[in-house]
């Protein structure tokens, strides 16, 4: 079983394999129809397209952030028709090194599917590989998937005020330097972060090919954002909940497991003006 990453080796051996199953996560914040207009162009043989908007959030409302978590229920109809068994092996891949893909990762394991791993350098090492894309369009045999929510992997904003307030948790964003500091805000309309967070920029997880580093680097790393806080004690966070499930992702192959998913992130969190915001460095 793989749980976290998967090499393009590892896959390829298994394209034809029923009880795999690949979906292309491929999306662009300011072109939100590009992901899917690249997989009816090519895409690894068999894949289905995953939309971040339709398949892996739910309705916007004046208090959510912009991508909240779809319900349970609406989410187990998707994997259903994704034909999801518990015996699936499923790959998640996208063109940006795991940061759209990171986002089905854990929502598949928030609802029970520990059988999930993200192509490790997505499609870029994919072709690289020599793997190859076609046009085709599979047919999958919808299924009843039956969730098993695990509501302790995601936190929602009042318990996240109260951990913090009482420092009970270590609040971890993973947007980037410019955006955690306030410097720059290209997508929401304030700028700067929650008061008390670290700032782990979810490119820290990679290597120079766009790959993730091996679980010893990424160990190394980690600890150093964590200071010897336990993992089980982090919250991820980002812009909007997706990719901060990078920085989860990360944590789960160096064996930190544990921490836990912010889902509103940064756009709920301004949603009440009554919310503090920081700007400047940790």
């Known amino acids: ?48 397209y995953v939309h971040l908007d339709r398949d892996l959030a739910g309705p916007i409302t004046p208090v959510t952030g912009r991508h909240p978590l779809p319900s349970p229920e609406a989410f187990a109809a998707t994997v259903s028709r994704w034909g999801v068994t518990p015996a699936t092996q499923v790959v998640v891949y996208d063109d940006a090194s795991g940061m759209f893909a990171a986002r089905a990762w854990w929502m598949l394991r928030w609802v029970g599917h520990d059988r999930v791993a993200v192509l490790d ?20 045999q919808a299924v009843h998937f039956v969730p098993m929510l695990r509501p302790h992997r995601a936190i929602g ?34 700028a ?16 120079a090919d766009g790959r993730f580093l091996p679980p010893a680097g990424l160990l190394e790393r ?43 992130s940064w756009s709920e969190w301004i949603r009440d003006p009554g919310r503090p915001v920081a700007r400047g460095p940790a």
């Not at 009970?168 to 947007?175: E, G, K, M, Q």
């Not at 972060?193 to 997880?205: E, F, L, Q, T």
């Not at 600890?223 to 944590?251: E, F, I």
């Open 121 to 140: 350098g997505g499609l870029p090492a994919w072709v690289a590989a020599g793997g190859t894309l076609d046009r085709s369009v599979a047919q999958r």
């Open 222 to 264: 980690w600890q150093a954002t964590l200071a010897g806080r336990d993992p089980s004690t982090a919250v991820c966070m980002c812009g909007s909940g997706v990719t901060a499930c990078h920085d989860l992702l990360a944590l789960e192959h160096a064996g930190l497991a544990g921490a836990r998913l912010y889902p509103g």
């Open 1 to 48: 079983m793989f749980s976290t990453l998967v090499r393009p080796a590892d896959l390829m051996g298994h394209l034809a394999d029923p009880g795999w199953l690949v979906l292309d996560c491929r999306f662009e914040l300011s072109d939100p129809g590009r992901g899917e207009r690249a997989w009816s162009e090519g895409h690894l043989p068999g894949a289905l």
């Open 157 to 190: 904003v009042e318990e996240l005020q109260a951990r913090l307030a009482d420092r009970s948790c270590l609040l971890v964003d993973a947007r980037g330097p410019d955006r955690f500091e306030g410097k720059a805000e290209p997508i929401d309309p304030v």
């Open 192 to 207: 700067g972060h929650v008061p008390g967070a670290v700032n782990h920029p979810c490119p820290r997880n990679l290597g």
